[in-house]
């Protein structure tokens, strides 16, 4: 029987987090992985470094990490490029005052998942970077 995303993430955690760095990358990661990490996030407050690149995170695995980041108390590097993204605008507003939260990474180097970012999200975008 082949090994869903998220039981292959809890079979391997020890080997993607070190030294308060978690590096999920490439692991096709979607909306239910989302929502069990973001309670393991609720719980560990020790993650300072988050990597989920190139997964398929899209909007609603966005919606449910933005329910636990905003309130981390150590992330300071937070890297979602290449999940096929288009809600920045939700993004930035749910980031807007945490001040620990030092590197946001959005871009994207794959033709499949580009993250678009409009005219609204750069207004966000541009009221996050004031505020923080």
């Keep these: 029987m082949e090994k869903t995303p998220l039981s292959r993430f809890y079979d391997n955690f020890p080997k993607y987090c070190f030294n308060r760095r978690v590096k999920l990358c490439n692991l096709a990661l979607s909306v239910n ?7 393991i996030l609720e719980v560990n407050q020790n993650i300072a470094h988050l990597n989920l ?12 990490l933005l329910a636990t980041i905003p309130h981390s108390p150590t992330l300071i590097n937070l ?38 970012m409009g005219e609204e999200a750069l207004a966000e975008l541009s009221n996050f970077c004031r505020q923080n």
């Design 53 to 64: 690149s190139q997964n398929k995170l899209g909007n609603e695995g966005l919606l449910a």
């Design 33 to 39: 992985f989302a929502q069990e990490f973001s309670q």
């Design 79 to 116: 890297d979602i490029s290449g999940n096929s993204i288009t809600e920045f605008s939700l993004l930035f507003n749910r980031l807007a005052g945490n001040l620990n939260l030092v590197s946001l990474t959005l871009g994207s180097n794959s033709l499949h998942s580009k993250n678009r």
